[in-house]
């Protein structure tokens, strides 16, 4: 299984709303997207970096659903094989979709 695959539906587990690989044609009012920016190796373990969109009708919302994010990924350890660091994050506004968004994004070894 991909990585990409196995950090969505650990996300769609302990989020309370949807998480998705790519945008949504039709965009619910809060959801994350979850891409995968960069891909390594080395000494023969994988490493990613993932970067993780949170997506709300406010800022104040989207700044919420980053802090969710967060925590989740903090706990990924739970997951066998698999660990994490925070790379960073920020206030983030799309202006393609006029989206309230907070961006972070982990990097991922496993």
Sequence with gaps: MLIEQTVKEYLDSKLNVSVELEMPETMPDSFVVAQVIARGKENHINEVTMEFLSYAESNYKAALLDEAVREA??????LPDISCRFGGGNNN??????????????NLYY
């Design 73 to 78: 990924m903090e706990n990924i350890v739970e």
């Design 93 to 106: 506004f799309d202006t393609t979709n006029k989206r309230y968004r907070y961006r972070c994004y982990y």
